[in-house]
């Protein structure tokens, strides 16, 4: 999964602190502190959900998701991540994302097909195909995500099995710079994920 990808909207480097970075690498008290400055940091927001998810803790996820997508109705990340997280809390975020994905003209088949997997308007079988047909550059990190969000869905509909299996094949990608490579190394072992990778590549591709 990339910054890139999810929101669509890029980060000056003149907008950068020692504080952003720290966010950009998941630490959720840092992202707090640019909140505390910045409460408008759209960025800082959505990552500070990213990094609650990857502990386990939805229930901010999912605040700090549906606060972003409350902001910003175009953000791809925030729409798709509240309705995993909503769904893991016995929450709904259908309808939300039905209506933005009915709306999101602009949004290619890829990464749309993520938030198709979860409203059973796609396969897990179409969204590793799709992802296998990304760019060479990116095609490693697209079918990491499809793998995680695969397993993601199996998880909820109470599959183990078959969760673990996709995301076993997630961190088979190698792409450890992918968040969900860390969220599917999460799920596996039981604890987060800091892949020294993002130092170097915080924005993903």
Not at 106 to 112: C, D, E, F, H, S
Request: glycine share 4%; net charge negative; with cysteine.
């Amino acid at each position: 999964m990339s910054i890139a990808v999810w929101t669509s909207f890029a980060v000056p480097a003149s907008a950068q602190t020692p504080a952003f970075d720290a966010c950009l690498l998941f630490d959720r008290a840092a992202c707090s502190a640019v909140l505390s400055t910045e409460p408008d940091n759209l960025t800082a927001l959505f990552m500070r959900g990213l990094a609650a998810e990857l502990v386990g803790d939805d229930a901010a996820a999912l605040a700090d998701f549906d606060a972003t997508a409350a902001r910003e109705p175009r953000h791809f990340g925030a729409q798709l991540w509240r309705h995993v997280a909503a769904a893991t809390l016995g929450q709904s975020r259908a309808a939300e994302l039905k209506s933005y994905l009915a709306s999101a003209k602009m949004l290619g088949p890829w990464p749309r097909a993520l938030a198709e997997l979860y409203l059973n308007q796609a396969t897990p079988a179409d969204t590793l195909a799709l992802a296998g047909q990304q760019p060479a550059a990116a095609r490693m990190e697209a079918i990491c995500a499809a793998e995680y969000h695969s397993g993601r869905v199996a998880q909820l509909a109470g599959d183990a099995e078959a969760a673990m299996a996709h995301f076993r094949a997630a961190l088979a990608t190698g792409a450890r710079h992918v968040f969900e490579y860390q969220a599917a190394d999460r799920a596996i072992n039981g604890m987060p994920y800091a892949s020294p990778a993002l130092a170097t590549n915080p924005h993903f591709p």
